[in-house]
């Protein structure tokens, strides 16, 4: 398994969405080891589109756009994933993604 090129030793709250009752979505979160590097940007994600960045999460954990990154009492919605690294069979071992 390869390692993220930065160390991996906060802690965050990840909400994942996990449903609509109509009105709200519903998430269920877990605490997550990660890093976090807060610094405002233009990014690409890997999707293509460019958005605003106001921080860098790594992580290993399958985060994806629309859930809610909670850091230092601070919630953060995640934009976009912008890299990932995938060994040749196609399994994800860490990733970045961009927080607004």
């Known amino acids: 398994m390869t390692q993220p090129p930065v160390p991996m030793s906060q802690t965050a709250t990840w909400k994942h969405k996990t449903g609509s009752d109509g009105y709200d979505d519903t ?32 992580c290993i954990e399958d985060v994806q756009p629309g859930d809610v990154i909670t850091f230092q009492g601070r ?5 976009g994933i912008v890299s990932q690294a995938t060994d040749l069979d196609g399994t994800v071992h860490w990733r970045v993604v961009a927080l607004g």
Do not use: N
């Open 27 to 58: 998430y269920s979160s877990a605490s997550i080891t990660c890093r976090i590097e807060q610094k405002t940007q233009m990014i690409k994600t890997l999707a293509g589109d460019t958005l605003e960045s106001v921080a860098m999460l790594w």
């Open 75 to 79: 919630d953060f919605s995640v934009g």
